[in-house]
């Protein structure tokens, strides 16, 4: 593990560059500083670069998010989403499930996310013959949810979950409860659960194909341990650990190589290859 001031000096050492959005460009409303300048930077240095995010929604929708935020959309060869990998998998009918009930962060998400596929959408759990577990609303507690839930396990319905993450950094330090934290409890107690996004592999196939680069000269940039360095060493990638994500409360206090070391312990990950405090260079 090496601790680096910026992404420009391991660049040489990538073909790709992959980046996580939520606490690595953006905080949900805003870039990071010096996120738009470091993405320029590394596509100026001839760099191809991506966006591999654990978002419900399809990858289009995200790639204007990145936009609408400022940041250079363009830039990125590719933006793949774990809502994007369910979709294709339900259009090439490798979902056996037809009418779900959908949670997401807003109304008409699941619909939008749905157009062009033959799916049906339950008001219930008894019309339903699956969960898609899309998203949460902003600053929800997950109560409403879990009750629903609930009911559907005693249905025995399984889950689908396409957005893997436990908790996504927004504005002033708050932590965002999300999806990933509902779903595992959902199979800790029991209930059937397929999960689309890192750090499951299938993921990091999809976009290092879509890449053409091999998964040694490919770099997964995110603040996640559990899922993107993980997922990302587990494809064989290089990692870069951000710091000024997720855990960065963890950060307050301590040498960050020792911070990191008990943070991957915590969270069963390898350890990254690189850290760093944000794109900006700042140290944590």
């Known amino acids: 593990m090496q601790s680096i001031d910026n992404l420009m000096a391991v660049a040489d050492q990538c073909d790709a560059i992959v980046f996580d959005q939520w606490g690595v460009l953006h905080n949900g409303s805003q870039p990071y500083p010096g996120a738009i300048e470091a ?28 936009a609408a935020m400022g940041l250079p959309a363009e830039a990125f060869a590719q933006v793949m989403t774990s809502g994007e990998a369910f979709w294709q998998d339900c259009a090439k009918a490798h979902v056996h499930a037809q009418r779900f009930l959908p949670i997401t962060a807003k109304p008409g998400d699941a619909e939008r996310w749905g157009e062009g596929l033959p799916l049906a959408w339950a008001r219930t759990v008894d019309e339903a013959d699956a969960i898609l577990l899309m998203g949460l609303p902003e600053g929800g507690d997950g109560l409403q949810e879990r009750a629903l839930l609930d009911e559907a396990r005693s249905n025995s319905l399984p889950l689908y979950c396409t957005n893997p993450d436990r908790g996504s950094p927004r504005a002033d330090g708050v932590v965002q409860l999300s999806p990933g934290t509902l779903a595992h409890a959902y199979q800790g107690d029991g209930g059937d659960v397929v999960f689309y996004g890192k750090p499951h592999r299938p993921v990091f196939d999809a976009l290092i194909d879509a890449l053409g680069t091999a998964p040694s000269s490919t ?34 206090k301590g040498d960050p190589l020792s911070v990191t070391a008990r943070l991957a312990q915590d969270h069963t990950s390898p350890l990254p290859d690189f850290l760093v405090g944000n794109l900006a260079g700042e140290k944590g």
Not at 42 to 62: H, I, Q, T, Y
């Open 219 to 252: 770099l997964m940039v995110g603040d996640s341990l559990e899922h993107d360095i993980a997922g990302g060493a587990n494809a064989g990638w290089k990692t870069a650990f951000v710091m000024g994500g997720l855990h960065a409360a963890a950060f307050d």
């Open 39 to 66: 993405v320029e930077a590394l596509a100026k240095a001839g760099k191809k670069l991506a966006v591999l995010s654990n978002s419900g929604k399809r990858s289009l929708p995200n790639r204007q998010r990145i």
